[in-house]
């Protein structure tokens, strides 16, 4: 029909719609893929410089699956969410053994790869097949909620199968690579979370929740629950030869994977942390300098984090066999998979204020 909602939108996104990011260039399902699990949590501006840098050094799957994990971590060092690019190398190294390097076309083998969920399925194969696969980001759950005035969060079951029917039904047979595009575009350009632009909006004849004039009532918010505050205190610890003290933090939970500074308890005092660093590290250390304290906020809890440099003065080598540890100069830690909060206080230590 061709006053429908697919036809709607789609004469919309032919004017006003993005066509020309990166990932639209070379639209197969590796660009297609990384650019979706990159886009999740994190808005296109941000990730564009990222996908651009990304692409040149794994350029397809097997670069991506061959690569030392240190090297993708630290290309996604900034984004945020790191477990994202974990499961990103081990999907690609499933595609490479299971697949031949291709990926699959079906919804249920695409879902069988790590941290690929069903609307990152239907993107990559609406986007690079041009199969019709319904998609459902953060984007177009508002769109929907909006269009057919669903209440609730859509974290809950129930509101969430309501929004993924309205998805199936609206997207169409025809063009469902511009549809998807386009639909996404719309939640992200015109149906914004705070200031919507219902004027500009072509499905504004029918929204449910304009004709109300509720728009932003629409999709429910999520229930709010105080963070917990969590505190640490993270060493700089240097030797005589300039180098810094880094430790690979486990690999699952915040900054699984990464490179990061060591970590002393809370509860030990400022006079402490000489004695704390002999125990735990084994290594003598001069008195500390402490450096003006932040915090940094996750996603479920605030942490504040108070640094401290201090000077090692014997027992070095001590942590010269142990895989986790590592003695590096600040460049060679800044070629790291690093937390973005540890990576200002290794690049702007000039900054930083010594109370």
């Not at 450096?291 to 942490?303: E, K, V």
Request: aromatic content about 8%; overall charge negative.
């Amino acid at each position: 029909m061709p006053d429908s909602f697919a036809e709607k939108l789609l004469h919309w996104y032919d004017s006003h719609g993005r066509h020309d990011l990166p990932w639209h260039h070379n639209r197969d399902a590796y660009r297609v893929w990384v650019s979706e699990i990159m886009l999740q949590q994190t808005q296109v501006i941000t990730v564009i410089p990222y996908f651009e840098a990304f692409m040149e050094r794994f350029p397809d799957v097997h670069a991506l699956a061959e690569a030392p994990v240190d090297d993708v971590l630290s290309h996604w060092s900034g984004l945020g969410y790191y477990a994202r690019a974990r499961n990103l190398q081990k999907a690609a190294q499933t595609v490479v053994r299971d697949f031949d390097g291709e990926f699959p076309q079906t919804r249920e083998e695409l879902e069988s790869l790590t941290g690929i969920g069903r609307s990152t399925a239907a993107a990559i194969l609406a986007q690079a097949f041009g199969i019709r696969a319904a998609i459902l980001d953060g984007n177009v759950k508002r769109v929907l909620a909006r269009y057919h005035a669903i209440p609730g969060w859509p974290g809950q079951t129930a509101v969430l199968n309501q929004l993924w029917q309205r998805a199936e039904e609206h997207t169409p047979e025809h063009r469902v690579r511009d549809y998807t595009q386009g639909i996404m575009d719309l939640g992200a350009i015109v149906c914004t979370r705070s200031r919507p632009a219902c004027d500009s909006c072509p499905l504004q004849e029918g929204c449910k929740a304009y004709a109300q004039g509720e728009t932003l009532l629409y999709p429910g918010s999520k229930p709010k629950k105080a963070k917990p505050e969590k505190t640490t205190w993270m060493v700089i610890l240097e030797d005589r030869e300039g180098r810094i003290l880094l430790e690979r933090r486990p690999p699952s939970g915040i900054w699984g994977g990464l490179w990061s500074l060591p970590e002393l308890d809370p509860a030990y005092g400022v006079d402490e942390l000489q004695e704390a660093c002999e125990q735990s590290l084994g290594l003598d250390c001069a008195e500390p300098e402490l450096i003006s304290g932040f915090r940094h906020t996750f996603s479920h809890y605030h942490l504040h984090i108070q640094p401290a440099r201090l000077s090692v003065t014997g027992g070095a080598n001590t942590v010269a066999d142990k895989d986790h540890l590592r003695w590096l100069h600040r460049h060679e830690a800044l070629n790291l998979g690093l937390p973005a909060p540890i990576r200002s206080l290794l690049t702007e230590p000039e900054q930083a204020v010594l109370l």
